[in-house]
């Protein structure tokens, strides 16, 4: 069609249309440009570059060709558990009917901080789909954000403590929360340097010990580090083993030689601000939210088109260990 052609057509719609079938036609347009973005572009690229050579399931590699989806995607046959599987099995898209720009959009409203329902209602789907669609997500963001950065120079550091809580679980005879340290509270490691980048763990609960703290830092915080931290019992044994240099704030002092702990207190700050948002969230997927937390910490600019693309690619082609399957029989997945 020539362009003259088409340009007059498009102008004929647009002039006879309502403002709200322009919309309509807006948001189709959209659409179809994600999932044109998803099969020329992002799927592409995750099969150009997929590993045929071994069986996801079992690892095997006697493996053979065997046809093709309805997506045109090659498919693979194992010959030792005779499962089949193509460059999408383990991605979200491979466990779902559902075409790739609601995905989109779902991802987009999960990063906007929207609601179950509100995140439902924008991609229409149930709200248990739109909880099940969250966890699958989380989980990705978790393995994608589990590896922190190296810290430098300055280093602050401290525990944020958050109440364990399972909702949707009936526990008898519960006990009432209790004031500072107890097994009640999950700790939240927190370190922070001087040029802003950080390591957020979530460990164990109640007193944390100086192992659980080496074996986050050890490949974390280098000996040439100085850290500024407050004089819990664990660290004089962390600092040793670390071999770094310690300033050591003492209880009941805000400061020491100038320094303070207002840098790794505002990080506790911004983890609460957040958390708040989710409040009922399960001790199971603590870790999960952290990973959204870290995630959007390291794609600040994530509202724009061109990152959120990307961010976009990255988590369709990651794998994803859960499946539907995984949350339908369980009567205690109520929690967000």
């Known amino acids: 069609m020539e362009d003259k052609m088409f340009n007059d057509i498009i102008d004929s719609i647009i ?8 919309e309509i036609i807006r948001e189709k347009l959209n659409n179809h440009l994600i999932n044109h973005i998803y099969d020329t572009n992002i799927h592409e690229e995750l099969s150009n570059n997929y590993d045929s050579s071994f069986c996801p399931h079992c690892q095997n590699k006697h493996i053979i060709k065997y046809g093709k989806d309805n997506k045109g995607n090659q498919r693979y046959l194992c010959k030792e558990c005779l499962k089949t599987f193509s460059s999408i099995t383990g991605s979200l898209l491979s466990y779902t009917k559902k075409q790739p720009y609601q995905w989109f959009e779902y991802i987009q409203s999960l990063f906007n901080g929207d609601t179950l329902a509100r995140s439902a209602a924008i991609v229409g789907i149930s709200e248990q789909t739109s909880l099940v669609w969250r966890h699958k997500i989380l989980s990705i963001l978790a393995t994608l954000t589990d590896d922190d950065p190296v810290l430098s120079d300055t280093v602050y550091l401290d525990e944020k403590l958050n109440v364990v809580s399972h909702p949707g679980k009936h526990i008898e005879n519960k006990e009432k929360v209790k004031r500072g340290m107890s097994h009640q509270k999950r700790n939240i490691v927190c370190a922070i340097d001087q040029h802003n980048n950080k390591v957020i763990q979530v460990s164990e609960t109640g007193r944390i ?11 974390k915080i280098p000996s040439t580090c100085q850290v500024v931290s407050d004089s819990l019992r664990s660290y004089h044994k962390l600092m040793k083993d670390l071999k770094v240099k310690w300033v050591k704030i003492p209880s009941g002092k805000k400061e020491k030689d100038g320094y303070t702990l207002k840098k790794i207190n505002d990080l506790h700050s911004s983890i609460d601000l957040f958390l708040y948002k989710y409040r009922g969230i399960s001790d199971k997927y603590l870790r999960n939210y952290i990973g959204l937390y870290k995630y959007k910490d390291q794609h600040n600019k994530y509202y724009q088109k061109k990152i959120f693309l990307h961010i976009f690619k990255e988590i369709v082609n990651s794998l994803c260990a859960l499946r539907f399957s995984d949350f339908k029989y369980d009567s205690k997945f109520f929690a967000i």
């Open 15 to 22: 002039n006879n249309a309502s403002d709200d079938e322009i």
């Open 209 to 219: 010990h100086s192992k659980e703290l080496y074996k986050i830092y050890k490949d």
